[in-house]
């Protein structure tokens, strides 16, 4: 199964607070971020990093860190998720497509809590 590490994630509990944060340590977020639920900024490479305050975070299961893979067919996505959670990993999101990300997903939790995200068109 090919993998690609596509995004890495904060889901901030004061998104202004992590947006001032972010720009004084040097991201250049776009000018437009203040208000948005999601903000995302290409770096170098191929990887984006974001803060989103959309996804519900579960603090008794989840860190607040988001690992976004790219596995490109919803039949992978499926598979990986009914594998991972088979073998006990605490599931954060069942598969399903999302409109507000444009993008078919499911999010599992890693053995320390950080939610990881498999993504396909």
Same mark, same amino acid.
């Given at each position: 199964?090919?993998?690609?590490?596509?995004?890495?994630?904060?889901?901030? +509990? $004061?998104?202004?607070?992590?947006? !001032?944060? @972010?720009?004084? #340590?040097?991201?250049?977020?776009?000018?437009?971020?203040?208000?948005?639920?999601?903000?995302?900024?290409?770096?170098?490479?191929?990887?984006?990093?974001?803060?989103?305050?959309?996804?519900?975070?579960?603090?008794?299961?989840?860190?607040?860190?988001?690992?976004?893979?790219?596995? +490109? $067919?919803?039949?992978?996505?499926? !598979?990986? @998720?009914?594998? #991972?959670?088979?073998?006990?990993?605490?599931?954060?999101?069942?598969?399903?497509?999302?409109?507000?990300?444009?993008?078919?997903?499911?999010?599992?939790?890693?053995?320390?809590?950080?939610?990881?995200?498999?993504?396909?068109?």
């Amino acid at each position: 199964m090919p993998l690609d590490l596509y995004m890495v994630g904060l889901l901030p +509990r $004061d998104m202004e607070k992590s947006l !001032a944060f @972010y720009r004084q #340590l040097g991201l250049e977020l776009p000018a437009d971020s203040e208000g948005r639920p999601h903000v995302q900024v290409q770096m170098k490479g191929d990887i984006t990093f974001f803060l989103n305050s959309m996804i519900p975070l579960d603090r008794q299961h989840a860190q607040g860190v988001v690992l976004e893979f790219y596995v +490109r $067919d919803r039949a992978i996505v499926e !598979a990986k @998720y009914a594998e #991972l959670t088979g073998l006990g990993y605490h599931s954060y999101q069942a598969p399903n497509f999302s409109e507000t990300i444009n993008a078919y997903f499911a999010m599992i939790n890693d053995p320390d809590g950080n939610i990881v995200m498999l993504t396909a068109d």
